[in-house]
């Protein structure tokens, strides 16, 4: 479990699959998506959407683009990409937000594994693929990187245990994650009807093809619109 991160980024690159569920009151989203991620730098290209939404979203150098549906109306004249820069974000805050979602960000809490109370759940078949599934919990210091007033927030926020399931194949590697949390609103904001008290999130990743070419390069910045101050702004406000 401790090993399967590293094992898994030796191989370089990967096809993925992507679903991510967000549930928050009565309201509930699915985004499903499917494309490559290098799983060194976090480079990716994927095709995402609910239902007959799709749209093509890109990750280059730790900038997120979406170009959403031509008839969508989320852009000004002239533009057809947005623009993310994802070291600007607090990813806690978004709580798993299916909206937008870098798989890079999601295969990454792996490298944050709790060693206690990890364990077996038994064998299975994923893609075709036998592995051994095995659950344990994300340490949340380990995830704060030794910075205590961080960990207090992310405990927080999503409680003391965030469940994460993997699936791992005979040669170390990840087959299958699957990571459940349950985010609390701040506090400001949960006497409003506008946010609900919590959001429940689950995210489920299956990683195939290893070692599959993974060629992306950014929309032309004449096409962008940066939407970072939007997004992050959104996110605090929850």
Known sequence: MQATNAKTTQA????????????????????????????????????????????????????????????SGQLPKGKSWMKVDLRRLDTSRSGGGAAMSDPADSFAYTKSLSEKDVRKVGEGTVNGVSTTHYRAALDLSELAKGDSARERELRDRLGDSVPVDLWIDEDGRTR??????????????????????????????????????????????GQTVDVTAKVSQQARAR
């Open 12 to 71: 370089k690159t990967a096809r993925i699959t992507l679903s991510t569920t967000v549930a928050a009151g009565s309201d509930d989203e699915t985004i499903t998506g499917s494309g490559v991620l290098d799983l060194r730098d976090g480079t990716s290209r994927m095709r995402m959407g609910e239902g007959s939404k799709q749209l093509e979203q890109r990750v280059v150098d730790h900038v997120l683009y979406e170009k959403p549906p031509a008839a």
């Open 176 to 221: 299958r994650q699957q990571i459940q949390m349950t985010v609390k609103n701040s506090a400001r904001s949960t006497g409003s009807s506008a946010f609900p008290r919590q959001t429940h999130a689950k995210v489920v990743m299956n990683f195939s093809d290893f070692g599959t070419a993974v060629d992306v390069t950014a929309p032309p910045a």
